[in-house]
Nanobody
Framework: QVHLVESGGGLVQPGGSLTLSCGIS????????IAWFRQAPGKEREGVAS????????YYASSVKGRFTFSIDRSKNTNYLQMKNLEPEDTAIYYC?????????????????????WGQGTQVTVAS
C-alpha cells in the first residue's frame, strides 16, 4: 500500500519562505513520477512541480518557476518543495502525488489525472 505524508505547511508573510516535505512509502525510484499539486478554495487542483524519474527531468508551473524548487533525498524516501518569495496567490492546500506507471505525454506530469496516489495535503497560507 502506498502512503504519502506531507508536512511543513503553515502561515507565512508575503515574501517569506517555506519548505514542504513529502515522505513516500518504498523507494522514490519505485515511482515513474512524483509531483506537488495545490488547490485553492473554489479553484481546480493545479500542478506545481514534478519529477520524471525515468530521466530526472523536473517540470514547474509557470506561476512558480524561479521561486519554487523541487528536490528529492532518495536516502530518506522524501521529496521537498522549497518555496521562496511567497505571494498571497500561493495560498492553497498543497498535495504530494505519485504514479508508478508511465503516464505518457509530458504534459500529464503536471495534471492531476496523471497520478494514482495522493497525500492528505498540507495548508499553506500567505498573509500579512
Amino acid at each position: 500500500q502506498v502512503h504519502l505524508v506531507e508536512s511543513g505547511g503553515g502561515l507565512v508573510q508575503p515574501g517569506g519562505s517555506l519548505t514542504l516535505s513529502c515522505g513516500i512509502s518504498g523507494s522514490t525510484l519505485d515511482y515513474y513520477a512524483i509531483a506537488w499539486f495545490r488547490q485553492a478554495p473554489g479553484k481546480e487542483r493545479e500542478g506545481v512541480a514534478s519529477i520524471n524519474n525515468s530521466d530526472g527531468a523536473i517540470y514547474y508551473a509557470s506561476s512558480v518557476k524561479g521561486r519554487f524548487t523541487f528536490s528529492i533525498d532518495r536516502s530518506k524516501n522524501t521529496n521537498y518543495l522549497q518555496m521562496k518569495n511567497l505571494e498571497p496567490e500561493d495560498t492553497a492546500i498543497y498535495y504530494c502525488a505519485a504514479v508508478k506507471d508511465d503516464i505518457g505525454p509530458v504534459l500529464l506530469l503536471l495534471r492531476p489525472e496523471g497520478y494514482d496516489y495522493w497525500g492528505q495535503g498540507t495548508q499553506v497560507t500567505v498573509a500579512s
